[in-house]
């Protein structure tokens, strides 16, 4: 669907482009947004690469075996209906360690083999269980420590202090998943499976 959307916006922008006869100011836009992208990819790629690297590195040597064993207990609260020792808990783990990082990239991949394995545990495999919408809700509110891209798009605009955004990225991201997961709590107590 939101290709649709998007191919709609593009045909329409080359339209009145033509119509109001600015082609020109259309090609220019266009190969300046290349170039912009372009320069974006190369100055970012670095810093995604070395925090990519770190956590498969934190997953091979057993480093995120090892947090998401300190983590389990916290885990075990959210998500009561997982077994003890369950995959799920160490892909879940993978992912909120990598959001705290702030490598969306890097916990996309431990978010999908977590929803998977949360799958297998579910009883009703068209309906979400309590256990997924919990894990979507962590996901989403995406607790970050470090907020990894953002500082890196902060160092791309020459910010005088890139970093500096850290603590209120900590703030926000904490509050909406306290929020999140208060209501989580709330609406799944009213509404018990």
């Known amino acids: 669907m939101i290709n649709k959307v998007w191919t709609f916006l593009i045909i329409i922008g080359i339209f009145f482009s033509v119509i109001t006869n600015r082609i020109e100011m259309l090609n220019n836009i266009i190969f300046d947004s290349a170039k912009i992208s372009f320069d974006m990819?190369?100055?970012?790629?670095?810093v995604m690469a070395l925090?990519?690297?770190?956590?498969?590195?934190?997953?091979?040597?057993?480093?995120?075996?090892?947090?998401?064993?300190?983590?389990e207990p916290f885990f075990k609260k959210l998500f009561p209906e997982i077994p003890k020792g369950h995959e799920s808990l160490s892909y879940i783990s993978a992912n909120f360690i990598?959001?705290?990082?702030?490598?969306?990239n890097a916990s996309t991949p431990f978010g999908?083999?977590?929803?998977?394995?949360?799958?297998?545990?579910?009883?009703?495999?068209?309906?979400?269980?309590?256990?997924?919408?919990?894990?979507?809700?962590l996901n989403t509110s995406g607790l970050t420590?470090?907020?990894?891209?953002?500082?890196?798009?902060?160092?791309?605009?020459?910010?005088?202090?890139?970093?500096?955004?850290?603590f209120i990225c900590l703030l926000v991201t904490f509050l909406a998943t306290v929020f999140g997961l208060t209501l989580d709590r709330l609406f799944s107590k009213r509404y018990k499976e």
Do not use: Y
């Open 41 to 46: 990819i190369t100055r970012i790629f670095p």
């Open 51 to 71: 925090w990519l690297g770190i956590m498969k590195i934190a997953q091979v040597s057993g480093l995120l075996n090892k947090i998401s064993f300190f983590l």
């Open 98 to 104: 990598s959001n705290a990082f702030g490598l969306g």
């Open 112 to 137: 999908i083999k977590a929803m998977k394995s949360l799958n297998e545990l579910n009883k009703d495999k068209k309906t979400a269980s309590r256990s997924m919408i919990t894990f979507i809700i």
């Open 145 to 166: 420590i470090v907020p990894t891209t953002l500082i890196s798009l902060r160092m791309l605009h020459n910010s005088k202090s890139p970093a500096s955004i850290s």
